[in-house]
Each structure stands twice: as structure tokens, then as C-alpha cells.
């Protein structure tokens, strides 16, 4: 391990459920437990991967529900590292705690998160923009990578990039003048024009620079943070966390930490070209997957597709032959109790299905 990642302590967010990759990702068993790429490993698997090289610990935050699953697919992870949430109450919670839990163990230690259902393709890449990254959290900034856009997008923030900070060992590090929300596409073709780089979520930082900066803007939420995970190693880690959780505020780490402290000239960035992906929806998700001589994008048996005058994205769940023919950009998922079809172009709106089932209250397909 790098002389500048010891004291490094990774945090993976693992909560949603890949409403818009439905009914493939389900609330039960969400797009992070999936093997979505075909590489023989799950998207929270191919996370750890990345991040055990590098990290002195990795800590896994998510729902109780969802922590055997988890526990099963990462067995390297210790008790202490699988954090079960009661609820979901959004990214700074879950993160906080992480945080905070670590802060107890190691108190000079610097945590980053990173979600558990991204795909990085260019792994010792990103491992290098890790590292730049440690370094300048040390300064006593909070960092972010900002992705390197491959095209103008509307479904990604945007991080507009200011002037280098000059620091040798991360000698590609910037200052972050502000984060700007998902943008129409006009906008969103501008900013790739003027350099800015696509927000991703992932943030360092000193583990007690990242909870001063919590105190600072969300004192409350800090507050109840900290009486959880002063208690988290004794027997009183059941009732406080029963007590305090439900009551947390629920908000985006962007919104509690990252925009204001870059508003106050805090936040710093390693621009990144990393192969990023958030594999938001089946389209995103059909750019990951080769063709297939016949045409189409197949996610499992290319054997239980029969396709002719057709390309898009097949994925046999069932067991069933899927046969497609002379259809453009087309999106067939068979599951054994649901089938989609839909169009590339649409599958950003696959959510609205989803909230229909939710509206009708048919939580057996959700």
C-alpha cells in the first residue's frame, strides 16, 4: 500500500432500489447485489474490489434488510465494518455514521465514499485518482473526483472546476468553485464545452473535517450521528440507534456538506477519466454490454435469445427463449413474474412504472 493511503478508510453507501433498472432490480435485491456487467461479480463485489487495495478498512452501510445479503457476497467484511441502518434517511446519515464510527477507531484517519452500484472500468486509474485524492484530504479540504463527461448528459451534477492548487503529491488537484444541479441538455452541452466535470458523489475528507463541516451545517444531524457511534461498541448501540435514527434528518451529503463548504472555498477536486458509469438505467446499462452477433445487448444466456433485423438490450431472466424481431433500440426484460418493454430512448421513465405498482400497493413486483 501507498505510503500516502495509510490511515485511508473507505465507506460504501449501499441503499436503493434501482427503481429505473425494474423489474430487474427489485427492492429486495437491488441493482448493488446484481452481477449487471457479466464479470462473474456483483456491483457491491467489483466496489470492494476496487477499494481493498487501497483502503486500511472498508465499511459497508446499509439496510437491515439487506445486511445477510451482504454479509454473504463479502465475507472479508468484519462485524465491525457491516453497519445495518434501522431506515433509509439518504447519503449523509449513513455516511456520517460511517464516519464517526471511524473517527473512534482512528482519530487522524481520512474516509471517502463510494457507492456500491458504479461501475469503474479503468481501475488503476481511478486507484491513482485515490490516491491524489487521500493526499489532498490531508490539507484539510473535502475532496470530490470529478468525472471526465463523455458527452453532454442530463442526468449527472455537474462540478465547475477552479484553479490548481499546486500540491506535489496531487499535482492534478483543483479548487471546486460549485456544484450545479442535473442540467436540460442545452446547458449540460455548454458546461462540457467550459470543462466542468460530472459530480459522481464521491467525497474525502479528515474524518473530523467532514464531521465539523456536518456540525457546522447540519448541527443536529451531527449531534444525533455522534451519540450513535459513541455508543456503537457498547451495549447501549441497540437502544441508542433505535432512539436517535428515525428522527435523523433525511438529506443528500451533497446538500449537508459538499455544496456549502465548496461555497465557502473548501472542496477540491481530482479530475478523473476513470471509465465511470452509474448504471442508472437500462440504457446506461446496455453501454457496458458488448452486441452480440445477432444484434442485441444480452445480459445472462445469449442462448435464450433469438433475435433477427434487431439491436437494443435482451435480458432471459426466466428461463424462456426471448425471440425479437426488426425492432430499433429496443429493451426486453424477462423476469419470472414480470416482463418490460420499453426503448432506449425511454428508459429513464421505466420509474414511473414502478411508481404505478407502488400506487396500487403491488408490492409482490416491487
Do not use: C
Not at 491524489?132 to 490539507?139: N, Y
Not at 477552479?162 to 442545452?186: C, H, I, N, T, Y
Not at 462540457?192 to 464531521?211: H, K, P, S
Not at 446496455?286 to 445477432?294: F, K, Q, Y
Amino acid at each position: 500500500m501507498n505510503d500516502h493511503l495509510r490511515g485511508f478508510h473507505a465507506i460504501v453507501p449501499a441503499g436503493g432500489a434501482g427503481t429505473r433498472l425494474w423489474p430487474l432490480s427489485r427492492s429486495g435485491r437491488p441493482k448493488f447485489l446484481l452481477d449487471l456487467t457479466g464479470a462473474g461479480r456483483t456491483l457491491i463485489q467489483q466496489t470492494y474490489d476496487r477499494l481493498a487495495p487501497l483502503a486500511e478498512s472498508v465499511l459497508v452501510v446499509t439496510g437491515t434488510a439487506h445486511a445477510p445479503a451482504v454479509a454473504a457476497q463479502l465475507p472479508e467484511l468484519t462485524q465491525d465494518d457491516l453497519i445495518a441502518e434501522p431506515s433509509p434517511r439518504d447519503s449523509t446519515a449513513a455516511i456520517g455514521l460511517a464516519a464517526a464510527v471511524v473517527l473512534t477507531r482512528h482519530p487522524d484517519a481520512v474516509v471517502g465514499s463510494f457507492a456500491a452500484d458504479h461501475v469503474i472500468r479503468d481501475v488503476p486509474a481511478f486507484h491513482a485518482a485515490v490516491a491524489e485524492a487521500v493526499a489532498a484530504a490531508r490539507t484539510g479540504d473535502v475532496v470530490t473526483i470529478g468525472i471526465t463527461p463523455t458527452a453532454p448528459s442530463t442526468a449527472f451534477g455537474y462540478i465547475r472546476p477552479g484553479v490548481p492548487l499546486g500540491l506535489e503529491e496531487a499535482p492534478s488537484v483543483r479548487r471546486v468553485e460549485r456544484f450545479v444541479e442535473k442540467p436540460d441538455a442545452v446547458t449540460a452541452a455548454g458546461y462540457v464545452e467550459q470543462g466542468y466535470r460530472w459530480n459522481a458523489g464521491m467525497f474525502l475528507a479528515l474524518a473530523d473535517v467532514l464531521l465539523a463541516e456536518l456540525a457546522a451545517h447540519r448541527p443536529e444531524l451531527h449531534e444525533g450521528l455522534v451519540e450513535i457511534a459513541e455508543a456503537w461498541t457498547t451495549p447501549r448501540r441497540a437502544e441508542v440507534l433505535g432512539r436517535v435514527w428515525p428522527g435523523l434528518e433525511k438529506v443528500a451529503i451533497d446538500y449537508a456538506v459538499a455544496e456549502p463548504a465548496a461555497d465557502a472555498g473548501r472542496v477540491a477536486m481530482v479530475p478523473a477519466d476513470i471509465g465511470w458509469d452509474d448504471v442508472g438505467d437500462f440504457n446506461s446499462l446496455a453501454r457496458l454490454l458488448d452486441p452480440t452477433e445477432s444484434g442485441p445487448r444480452v445480459l445472462g444466456s445469449a442462448e435464450r435469445v433469438l433475435a433477427v433485423d434487431a439491436d437494443g438490450l435482451v435480458v432471459p431472466g426466466s428461463g424462456r427463449t426471448v425471440a425479437v424481431l426488426g425492432l430499433d433500440d429496443v429493451v426486453v426484460v424477462d423476469t419470472p413474474d414480470a416482463v418490460l418493454v420499453t426503448t432506449r430512448a425511454r428508459a429513464q421513465d421505466v420509474k414511473s412504472l414502478v411508481a404505478q405498482l407502488q400506487a396500487g400497493a403491488r408490492l409482490d413486483l416491487l
